[in-house]
């Protein structure tokens, strides 16, 4: 069962370039999230999404986007790198939202933007 | 007021000792929280949930008090093993996950 995975596990991007962090999910899992860490922080939203076809914006949007075409796949892209974008990316799944449900965590991106 | 609040510690503390953790919270309606804990900025794994008044698992006791809006962990006979980074987490109304900055623990032999 592999659960939520994450690609890549480390990146590195010159000022300006743009990318895609990929995310997908196998337990079929309504919600999925975006998260960033910075170094001795916690995780902060960068955005949700309730079901494929619905995103919204969490704590630090800006810089970001987002897509739900499908229950599975929850990418998140990077349209002008800056060095404030570096971080370590995590994306989370859970089946019935924040109200009683733990978060599965893909294993996480290393992103340096230099 | 942030959403979550956490002491960052660090604490260090000798195998076997007893080492507690707060965390505020400032969403009243939040109704199950929970602490996660994170291997050198591996991904967070559930430790436990707290749901009502507390939780109990092994050495691990997580305990929430609504009037004061904090909850705590408390692990007893600390072992090497335990060292690592605890999240306190509390969700919003919103399906938000909120998560604290983390309290570093280190456990000395």
């Known amino acids: 069962n592999a659960g939520v995975t994450q690609t890549p596990k480390f990146r590195i991007l010159k000022i300006g370039q743009s990318m895609t962090l990929q995310c997908t999910q196998d337990?079929?899992?309504?919600?999925m999230y975006w998260y960033r860490q910075d170094p001795g922080m916690g995780l902060k939203l960068i955005y949700y999404?309730?079901?494929?076809?619905?995103?919204d914006k969490g704590e630090v949007p800006n810089g970001y986007n987002v897509s739900r075409s499908t229950t599975e796949d929850f990418p998140l892209r990077l349209e002008l790198a800056a060095p404030s974008q570096t971080s370590v990316y995590f994306c989370?799944?859970?089946?019935?939202?924040?109200?009683?449900?733990?978060?599965?965590f893909g294993s996480g991106t290393q992103l340096s933007v230099l | 007021r942030k959403e979550v609040e956490q002491d960052p510690g660090p604490f260090n503390v000798p195998e076997g000792a007893t080492v507690a953790f707060n965390c505020t919270y400032s969403?009243?309606?939040?109704?199950?929280f929970f602490w996660y804990r994170q291997d050198c900025r591996k991904e967070p794994k559930l430790l436990m949930s707290?749901?009502?008044s507390g939780n109990e698992d092994g050495r691990f006791t997580a305990q929430l008090n609504r009037a004061s809006q904090y909850i705590s962990l408390l692990i007893r006979d600390s072992k090497l093993s335990d060292s690592a980074t605890y999240l306190c987490?509390?969700?919003?109304?919103?399906?938000?996950?909120?998560f604290g900055t983390g309290t570093s623990l280190t456990v000395i032999p």
């Open positions: 989370a799944s859970s089946s019935d939202g924040a109200t009683n449900e733990k978060l599965f």
């Open positions: 337990m079929n899992h309504n919600y």
């Open positions: 999404s309730v079901g494929a076809g619905i995103t």
């Open positions: 969403n009243s309606a939040s109704q199950s």
């Open positions: 707290v749901y009502s």
């Open positions: 987490v509390a969700p919003n109304t919103g399906n938000q996950f909120y």
